[in-house]
C-alpha cells in the first residue's frame, strides 16, 4: 500500500480542464467549497505569472476582476507566501490600513472568498506556488486542515507539479494552428483586455470571444487564456 505522498494523483495527460474538476471535487470532498492555484514564482529558466498559472473555482467575475486591477500586486496572500514556507489560514475579517488593499479584501469577501487556509509550495526548480483552499467560515476551514492535511497537502504538490510541468514545456502545443479570431482573441487578452472589452472591440458576443479563448487554449495545452496568450506571443503566433 502506497502512502499518501508517493504518487501524483493527476492522471497522465490530464488537461487542464480535467485537473481543475479533480482539484475542485478533493477539496469539496474535504469539507470546503473554492480553491486556487498560481504560480508566483517559475522555475529557472521559465516564463510565468500568477494569472497565467492560475487554476481556480473561483467565480469567474472575481478572476476577471482580480486580472483587471492587477491584484496580484497589492495581494497581502501573495505577498505572505513569497516569504514563507509554513502554511497559514487566512481569516475573512482580515483588514489593511491601506486602501487599495482594503477595496481587494472587501470584494473578495462579496464574491464569497472568505476563510481559506493557504499553503505554499517552494520546489527544487525554484518555483513558488500557493494553493489556497476555501470555505464560508473559519471553523470549516480549520476542520478541514484536522481531519484532511495530508489530503490538502497532496492536492498542492499535484496541482504545483502539473503546472510547472507545463511551464516547463514538456507539454508544449506551441506549434498548432490558431484562427484569425483565437489569434486577435489572445493578442487582445495579452494587452490585458477583459471577454467584454474584446468582444466590444472585436464586435463578438462575450460567448463567442470566450468560445475563441477556449479553443486556443486547448490547442496550445495551456493552463488559462492568459497562458495561452503568453505562449503564443512567445512561439510568435500572434
Given at each position: 500500500?502506497?502512502?499518501?505522498?508517493?504518487?501524483?494523483?493527476?492522471?497522465?495527460?490530464?488537461?487542464?480542464?480535467?485537473?481543475?474538476?479533480?482539484?475542485?471535487?478533493?477539496?469539496?470532498?474535504?469539507?470546503?467549497?473554492?480553491?486556487?492555484?498560481?504560480?508566483?514564482?517559475?522555475?529557472?529558466?521559465?516564463?510565468?505569472?500568477?494569472?497565467?498559472?492560475?487554476?481556480?473555482?473561483?467565480?469567474?467575475?472575481?478572476?476577471?476582476?482580480?486580472?483587471?486591477?492587477?491584484?496580484?500586486?497589492?495581494?497581502?496572500?501573495?505577498?505572505?507566501?513569497?516569504?514563507?514556507?509554513?502554511?497559514?489560514?487566512?481569516?475573512?475579517?482580515?483588514?489593511?490600513?491601506?486602501?487599495?488593499?482594503?477595496?481587494?479584501?472587501?470584494?473578495?469577501?462579496?464574491?464569497?472568498?472568505?476563510?481559506?487556509?493557504?499553503?505554499?509550495?517552494?520546489?527544487?526548480?525554484?518555483?513558488?506556488?500557493?494553493?489556497?483552499?476555501?470555505?464560508?467560515?473559519?471553523?470549516?476551514?480549520?476542520?478541514?486542515?484536522?481531519?484532511?492535511?495530508?489530503?490538502?497537502?497532496?492536492?498542492?504538490?499535484?496541482?504545483?507539479e502539473f503546472?510547472?510541468?507545463?511551464?516547463?514545456?514538456?507539454?508544449?502545443?506551441?506549434?498548432?494552428?490558431?484562427?484569425?479570431?483565437?489569434?486577435?482573441?489572445?493578442?487582445w487578452t495579452?494587452?490585458?483586455?477583459?471577454?467584454?472589452?474584446?468582444?466590444?472591440?472585436?464586435?463578438?458576443?462575450?460567448?463567442?470571444?470566450?468560445?475563441?479563448?477556449?479553443n486556443a487554449?486547448?490547442?496550445?495545452?495551456?493552463?488559462?487564456?492568459?497562458?495561452?496568450?503568453?505562449?503564443?506571443?512567445?512561439?510568435?503566433?500572434?
Amino acid at each position: 500500500m502506497s502512502l499518501w505522498f508517493e504518487h501524483n494523483r493527476i492522471p497522465l495527460g490530464s488537461s487542464v480542464a480535467e485537473v481543475g474538476l479533480l482539484l475542485e471535487e478533493t477539496v469539496k470532498g474535504l469539507g470546503l467549497d473554492q480553491f486556487a492555484y498560481a504560480m508566483l514564482k517559475p522555475p529557472q529558466g521559465c516564463q510565468a505569472d500568477l494569472y497565467s498559472t492560475l487554476m481556480t473555482n473561483y467565480p469567474q467575475q472575481w478572476v476577471e476582476r482580480h486580472i483587471e486591477q492587477d491584484y496580484g500586486r497589492i495581494d497581502p496572500v501573495v505577498e505572505r507566501v513569497l516569504v514563507e514556507m509554513r502554511p497559514f489560514v487566512w481569516p475573512a475579517d482580515s483588514s489593511s490600513p491601506d486602501p487599495r488593499r482594503q477595496q481587494l479584501l472587501d470584494e473578495a469577501r462579496a464574491f464569497g472568498h472568505m476563510d481559506g487556509i493557504v499553503l505554499p509550495i517552494r520546489d527544487r526548480h525554484g518555483a513558488v506556488g500557493a494553493f489556497t483552499g476555501v470555505a464560508c467560515d473559519e471553523d470549516r476551514v480549520r476542520d478541514a486542515v484536522q481531519h484532511h492535511a495530508q489530503e490538502l497537502l497532496a492536492a498542492a504538490w499535484d496541482a504545483h507539479e502539473f503546472a510547472v510541468d507545463r511551464v516547463r514545456g514538456e507539454r508544449d502545443g506551441g506549434d498548432a494552428a490558431l484562427t484569425l479570431r483565437e489569434k486577435e482573441c489572445l493578442l487582445w487578452t495579452l494587452e490585458g483586455k477583459t471577454a467584454q472589452d474584446i468582444a466590444a472591440i472585436l464586435n463578438l458576443s462575450v460567448f463567442t470571444v470566450n468560445r475563441h479563448a477556449h479553443n486556443a487554449t486547448h490547442k496550445l495545452g495551456s493552463l488559462n487564456k492568459h497562458h495561452a496568450a503568453m505562449q503564443a506571443f512567445r512561439a510568435g503566433l500572434i
